[in-house]
């Protein structure tokens, strides 16, 4: 995690760079800081947010400059730990994103050596090292420290006397933004929105010398050129265009998602990609890998791909399955990450590249790392999702697995064009549960009490019931625990009772017997129930205390529509409670770490 932003050029880097870091905020913000080159290097930084910092501090000259948002790994957040981290002489700055793995070795070292180290970062040995190496040439004594270094080291690094940046990816993104006369680096697209369109992704192994005229890159020792892309974001889509919150807007765009998503996918004339297993005649052995919310959608699409296609689908988290996973060369796997950076998910991609297997993934991030290291890559049109808590990711996920389990759905033709009318109507279904958003509001209220709340669900919609009780946790910081509506009598029962609701998702197929026959036995046990089911379904309603409805729908895409309602519900209970709804405490958008 962290953000990382450097300016070199001829507006004033203070106010380029505090802009750019507060973009990056969803990577982290428990401290902040920025270093300018004016005569020699000023370093301001605190444990605290960026516009607390930028109000904070006085003008500085310099026109370059790097800086840093925090997610803290080494050290608490504090000053001393806050970023860029300094050498001895105050001569160099780093900023720095990963995690290295034998620092305590560096340090140790480099004690021994004269250096004192004040912070109790791993980023403080890079800058410590690259004064040790330092004989006249800045480029090459960022190389030669970079050789010490074990694990992973996005970083940027500024040297008084020096008009260039030296920055370096390992193992997390890195863009440089291409301005006129000037240059820009950041961790992620929407951080640079303001200034360019024009980015260049370094890959892993990079070392980039920037100037205000030109970029040089390296990658292990030789010289080479990475391509410039264009990017089709607007300022717009990272903005909050009149909402309290990021994650409420990013709620409403999911109509226009769903709509921006297949649009892409119905104007391709063949199947976003090809899910015949290597060797195989027809689909089999799928592998599905995610972390967090995308594991979610990776669990509703095991139900439509095993519904549809009928074929067995795993569904994995991805660090568990590269710890234990068992691959074959005949696995063809999916691996979903909105952002494409998660660390976790990326081992997948490289594990079950080494077993020679072929790898899809879905990602929201156009050249992210998950597009560029697997086989295939479809892409969700979301826009940039700024809020920490993923939801309309989550949704172009879902439009994806649809899309891609239709060509192959073992149905008859007229079921088919059903199932494909229906998918048509999603922005509308989506829109009416939007438009009950008052009433969701008002339910909220009365659930934000609670301090422990269950879900359940069943089929197509237990992973709806994690994905809601992840997203009420992560921003309203109420205990919620997602279950399969037929395993809470073993065990979770024992905690039901007055205190503790439960939400139920009742869904019109096969389920929905099940579901309501645990609603009754939750009831015996006094908790209050809230049940989100399809309009018109009175006999259910009667057994609730709280009802959500949310439009009929084909029981296939009933996922789509319970979790908009979900998020809703999350939204506003953490409202309710005064939570800081679009960065939670202790998270971050993109995890970059193990
Ligand atoms: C929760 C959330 C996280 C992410 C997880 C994976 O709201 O956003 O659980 O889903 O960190 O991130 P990606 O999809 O970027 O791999």
Not at 10 to 26: F, I, N, P, T
Not at 436 to 457: L, T
Not at 516 to 541: C, F, N, Q, Y
Not at 542 to 563: G, H, K, R, Y
Request: glycine share 8%; charged share 25%.
């Amino acid at each position: 995690m962290c953000g990382i932003v450097g300016y070199i050029g001829a507006r004033k880097a203070q106010s380029v760079l505090l802009d750019c870091l507060g973009k990056l905020e969803y990577r982290g913000y428990d401290s902040c800081g920025i270093a300018v080159l004016n005569d020699g290097i000023e370093v301001r930084k605190d444990a605290v947010r960026v516009k607390a910092l930028a109000k904070a501090l006085a003008p500085l000259n310099g026109t370059t400059g790097i800086g840093h948002t925090r997610w803290a790994t080494h050290g608490e957040p504090s000053k001393v730990n806050a970023h860029p981290q300094c050498d001895c002489t105050g001569r160099i700055a780093v900023v720095h994103n990963g995690v290295i793995n034998n620092f305590q070795k560096l340090r140790e070292q480099l004690a021994e050596e004269g250096h004192t180290l004040a912070s109790q970062t791993d980023t403080e040995v890079i800058p410590h090292l690259i004064e040790k190496y330092y004989d006249g040439d800045f480029v090459k004594a960022v190389e030669r420290a970079l050789k010490d270094i074990e694990g992973s080291y996005t970083m940027i690094a500024l040297m008084a006397g020096e008009s260039r940046l030296v920055a370096a990816r390992k193992d997390s993104p890195l863009i440089i933004g291409i301005g006129d006369r000037e240059n820009f680096l950041a961790s992620d697209v929407p951080a640079l929105l303001d200034y360019t369109s024009r980015v260049i992704y370094l890959e892993d192994g990079d070392i980039a010398v920037v100037n205000a005229g030109g970029v040089r890159v390296k990658n292990n020792g030789s010289p080479i050129v990475r391509e410039e892309h264009k990017i089709l974001w607007s300022v717009e889509d990272a903005q909050k265009g009149g909402y309290e919150h990021f994650m409420l807007k990013e709620i409403h765009e999911q109509p226009r998602v769903i709509r921006d998503t297949l649009a892409e996918y119905i104007a391709s004339a063949e199947p976003i990609a090809d899910l015949t297993a290597a060797g195989g005649t027809g689909p089999e052995d799928l592998l599905i890998l995610a972390c967090g919310t995308s594991y979610h959608a990776g669990l509703v699409g095991k139900y439509i791909i095993e519904g549809l296609v009928k074929i067995p689908v795993r569904c994995e988290m991805a660090d568990e399955f590269n710890y234990a996973g068992q691959v074959s060369a005949r696995n063809k796997a999916l691996v979903i990450t909105q952002s494409g950076e998660t660390t976790d998910a990326l081992k997948a991609v490289k594990k079950l590249k080494e077993a020679g297997c072929e790898v899809i993934a879905i990602t929201n991030v156009v050249g992210s790392t998950a597009s560029r290291l697997a086989d295939r890559t479809i892409y969700t049109r979301a826009g940039p999702e700024i809020s920490v808590a993923a939801t309309k990711t989550f949704l172009g996920q879902l439009i994806a697995l649809y899309w891609l389990a239709l060509p192959y759905a073992r149905v008859d033709i007229r079921r088919l064009d059903e199932l494909v009318r229906e998918l048509r109507q999603l922005p509308v279904k989506v829109q009416q549960v939007l438009d009950n958003e008052a009433a969701i509001a008002d339910i909220a209220r009365q659930m934000a009490g609670y301090e422990n709340i269950f879900f359940i669900g069943k089929g197509i919609n237990y992973p709806v019931a994690l994905e809601g009780a992840l997203k009420l946790k992560e921003i309203s910081y109420i205990h919620a625990e997602g279950y399969a509506a037929g395993e809470l009598k073993h065990g979770p029962f024992a905690l039901l009772g007055s205190r503790t609701p439960v939400v139920a998702v009742v869904a019109q197929d096969n389920t929905c017997e099940p579901v309501i026959t645990s609603i009754k036995e939750i009831k015996a046990r006094r908790s209050p129930v809230l049940v989100l089911m399809s309009e018109g379904d009175d006999d259910t309603a009667e057994l609730a205390d709280f009802v959500i409805t949310v439009p009929q729908i084909d029981p296939l895409f009933s996922p789509v529509v319970n979790s908009v309602a979900l998020q809703l519900l999350a939204y506003y209970v953490a409202k309710q409670r005064d939570c800081p709804i679009d960065f939670p405490r202790n998270l971050a958008k993109s995890v970059t770490v193990e």
